[in-house]
């Protein structure tokens, strides 16, 4: 029986979160879905493929050595191939949204571990709006709690990561398909995935809703992660940290909607690219509508806006030195907003 594999290649912020969780637990009629310890195979990917996985946040935050992350891909390696052989299935599915901004060296590798296995590998990727996706890039890298990223790092990058793709599975087996189409309008992600996939399931196509913050929530956290200095660098700080996100998950609000403007010169390109991809998939993105949004044209509207916030829930103005060797940051960032 010839078997393929099905790379879900994200993008990140398309629903990749439900379509793992719902893949991982679904009774599959015709596919198998690899197992690991998370339904989001990301950090397998950086596990399996990258040159160097020891510079990743994760293991970062983790203190792994480069020689335990050895061993744990030669482990790895060995129970994903006895996985593909021992599945009945013509079909093997693994999902990471870090497969869609990897490099091409890292692409090479995955292509050089699966390709003996399987006799054709398929990538499916959905693309999101620019402004849309970039809006939520800079929520999740806020939520994270990294590096707050230039501008230029929360763009899709269409050209550059889709080409890198192409160059190493061949483009007519990179499948890329609008995120929010007006041709699917009822259909929710992962029944969409299945349908576009040629996915069998028993199990209904439940949607599991990662919910965004809201615009004042993003300006909240903005603030504690640009003024604060908490850095993540212990186990207790990351829970601290997840508190925080956790509880102004519920803050409502507007939705984040970031201009042209907050790329400053980058317009044309952004434009460009944009171009490009709608060529790439022969369909057009659908404008974001600003309606009942909050748009920012810089770091700057976003750091003027969260002060707004700030002293209406607190009663009194954001002072950054206030935060100065608090090592109960976020409890207390919380305790002032309430």
């Known amino acids: 029986m010839a078997k393929r594999l099905?790379?879900?290649?994200?993008?990140?912020?398309?629903?990749?979160?439900?379509?793992?969780?719902?893949?991982?637990?679904?009774?599959?009629q015709n596919a198998t879905y690899l197992q690991?310890?998370?339904?989001?195979?990301?950090?397998?990917?950086?596990?399996?493929?990258?040159?160097?996985?020891?510079?990743?946040?994760?293991f970062r935050q983790q203190g792994v050595s480069p020689e335990e992350i050895a061993r744990e891909r030669a482990r790895l390696q060995l129970d994903l191939r006895e996985q593909i052989t021992a599945s009945p299935q013509e079909t093997v599915l693994f999902s990471a949204e870090r497969i869609y901004g990897a490099s091409r060296e890292d692409l090479q590798h995955c292509k050089a571990f699966f390709a003996p296995l399987f006799d054709e590998i398929s990538l499916y990727c959905y693309m999101r709006e620019p402004l849309s996706f970039a809006a939520s890039m800079l929520q999740?890298?806020?939520?994270?709690?990294?590096?707050?990223?230039?501008?230029?790092?929360?763009?899709?990058?269409f050209r550059r990561k889709v080409s890198n793709m192409d160059r190493v599975f061949g483009a007519e087996n990179v499948k890329t398909r609008l995120f929010k189409d007006p041709q699917r309008p009822q259909q929710n992600v992962v029944a969409d995935f299945c349908d576009w996939t040629g996915v069998r399931t028993a199990t209904p196509a439940a949607l599991e809703v990662n919910r965004s913050l809201s615009a004042e929530a993003t300006a909240?956290?903005?603030?504690?992660?640009?003024?604060s200095g908490f850095s993540l660098s212990s186990q207790q700080a990351v829970a601290a940290s997840r508190q925080l996100v956790k509880v102004l998950m519920k803050l409502p609000?507007?939705?984040?909607?970031?201009?042209?403007?907050?790329f400053g010169g980058e317009t044309e390109a952004i434009e460009a690219d944009r171009d490009w991809?709608?060529?790439?998939?022969?369909?057009?993105?659908?404008?974001?509508?600003?309606?009942?949004?909050?748009?920012?044209?810089?770091?700057?509207?976003?750091?003027?806006?969260?002060?707004?916030?700030?002293?209406q829930r607190s009663g009194h103005p954001f002072n950054e030195d206030d935060w100065a060797g608090n090592v109960?940051?976020?409890?207390?960032?919380?305790?002032?907003?309430n």
């Not at 099905?6 to 629903?15: E, I």
């Not at 940051?329 to 919380?334: D, M, Q």
């Open 6 to 28: 099905l790379l879900h290649a994200g993008m990140h912020k398309t629903g990749s979160s439900s379509i793992q969780v719902f893949l991982n637990g679904a009774d599959l």
């Open 36 to 58: 690991w310890s998370k339904p989001n195979h990301s950090i397998l990917f950086v596990t399996l493929f990258a040159d160097e996985p020891e510079t990743h946040w994760f």
């Open 140 to 157: 999740q890298r806020l939520k994270t709690g990294g590096v707050i990223p230039g501008p230029k790092a929360l763009l899709p990058n």
């Open 220 to 227: 909240l956290l903005y603030l504690f992660r640009k003024y």
């Open 253 to 262: 609000g507007q939705r984040l909607a970031l201009t042209p403007g907050f």
């Open 277 to 311: 991809m709608e060529q790439r998939m022969a369909a057009r993105f659908v404008p974001m509508s600003p309606g009942q949004a909050v748009c920012l044209g810089s770091f700057d509207d976003l750091d003027t806006f969260g002060r707004e916030v700030f002293q």
């Open 328 to 337: 109960m940051k976020p409890k207390r960032f919380l305790a002032a907003l």
